[in-house]
C-alpha cells in the first residue's frame, strides 16, 4: 500500500471523472488533487514526493498531449497514465513514444488503473531517490576547493601522489592533505570509490536520455506482443474469411479492400515498432544505417535507393545522432511506403558550418494541406519537424507533383558534432 504522501493528480475536464477519480484514488490512501485544465495544473506547485498525473487528451486550451511535452522538460519524475474517451492508435502510439507508462480508454476498470498508478508511483519515487542522490554528489563536489578538484581529476586518473605532484607543481605532502580532505567530503573509502563516484557525476546528464532508451524498448516489446499481434491474427481470421467467399460476391472485392489496408498497417507498424526499439543512431554510423533502411522496410524492391557522403565525417553527438536518424528514416520511410517514387537518394554533408542531410525522390509529391498542416491522427510530419526544433535544426520540406518530395535538414555544427577538448579550446 503507498503511502499517505504520494499525490495522484489528475487533469480532466469532466466534472465527473474528476470527483469519480478523486474518491478512487483517496480510497487507497494516496492524496488526489484535480484539475480541469492544463493551466490549473501547471500553475501548481510541483511535488517533492512520488506522484503521477492522470491525463486526459482532450482538454479546453492545452491538449494532453502538449501538456505531456511540458512535463517532460520541467517535471521529469513525474510519470503519466493518459485516460481518454476518444483514444485512437496513432494518438497512443504517440503518448507511449513520449513516455507515458499508459492509455486507458474511458470507460477503464479500476483495477488497472490502480495497478497503472501503482507502476507510476514506484517509478517516480525511484526517481526522486536517483535525483536526490546525484544532487548530494554533486553538492559534495561543489564543496571541494578549486585545488582539490585538481589533485581529484589526476588521483582518479591513476596517477600517484608524487606524479601528481609533479603534475600540479605543489609538494607531495600538500598532494597527501588535499588527497585526505577530498576523500572524506566526497565519502569515498578507497580510490576505487573515488572513481565510481567521478564516473557517476560524468555520466549523470545522460543518464535520462539512458531511462528513455530503455522505456521506449519496453513500450515497443508490449506494442509488439499485445497490439501488432492481435491486427495479425485478425488479419489471418479475415484472410481465411474472404477466402470463403465466392469471387463474384459483391462483397468480395471489400474484403479484399479492407485486407490490404490491415496488411499496410501491420508494416507500418513493424516500422513504427522497429523505430522505438532502434538504437542504431547510438552505436553504429548513420551511412550504414541509413544504407540499411531499404532493405528493413521492404516496400517497393524496385526503387533505385541511392546513399551518398559529402566532405569529412566527424563524430556526432550522440542525441543528435539519434534524432536525425529518427526524421531520417520517418522521411525515407514516406518515400519508400507513400510516394510511388521510381529513384530514392540519401545525402549527408559535412561542412565547418554544419551538417546537412537530404532525402529526395522523385515520386507524386505531398499534398500542400497535408505539407503545411500534417495528416490527423499521424505523427509524421509534425514529428520531424518538432524533432529537428528540438536539436536547434532545421527542417525544409519542399515537394510538387512534377519533381517530388526533398527534405532537408541542416544542423549547425557547434550542435551537431562532438569536438575534442583539444578543439574546443582551440
Known sequence: MATARSIVFVVDDDLWVRESLDTLISDEGWQAKTFASAKEFLDCPRALVPNCLLLDISLPGMNGLDLQKRIAI????????????????????????????????????????????????????????????????????????????????????????????????????????????????????????????????????????????????????????TLLQTFLSASMQLSLAAGAVSAESPVKPRLDRILQIMNRGIEEGRSTIQGLRSTDSLSRDLVIAFSGIEQELSCRPDIDFRVSVAGRQQPLNGLIQQEIYRIGREALLNAFCHSRAKRVEFELQYSDRDLQMWVRDDGVGIDSQVLRDGREGHWGLRGMRERAARIGGQLQIFSNPAHGTEVRLSIPSNIAFQFSATENSA
Not at 85 to 97: I, L, R, Y
Not at 124 to 152: N, W
Not at 186 to 203: F, G, P, Q, Y
Open 74 to 225: 520541467e517535471r521529469t519524475d513525474m510519470p503519466i497514465i493518459f485516460i481518454t474517451g476518444s483514444g485512437d492508435v496513432p494518438t497512443s502510439v504517440q503518448a507511449m513514444k513520449a513516455g507515458a507508462v499508459e492509455f486507458l480508454t474511458k470507460p477503464f476498470n479500476d483495477e488497472v488503473l490502480l495497478k497503472a498508478i501503482r507502476q507510476a508511483l514506484e517509478r517516480s519515487g525511484l526517481a526522486l531517490a536517483h535525483k536526490a542522490e546525484m544532487q548530494a554528489l554533486r553538492d559534495r563536489y561543489d564543496s571541494l576547493t578549486p585545488r582539490e578538484r585538481d589533485v581529484m581529476a589526476l588521483v582518479v586518473s591513476g596517477l600517484l601522489n608524487k606524479q601528481v605532484a609533479g603534475e600540479l607543481g605543489i609538494a607531495e605532502s600538500t598532494v597527501k592533505a588535499h588527497r585526505g580532505q577530498l576523500m572524506q567530503k566526497m565519502n569515498a573509502n578507497s580510490v576505487a570509490d573515488l572513481v565510481k563516484i567521478t564516473e557517476r557525476l560524468h555520466h549523470s546528464a545522460a543518464t535520462p536520455e539512458n531511462v528513455r532508451l530503455e522505456e521506449r524498448t519496453r513500450i515497443a516489446q508490449e506494442l509488439h506482443d
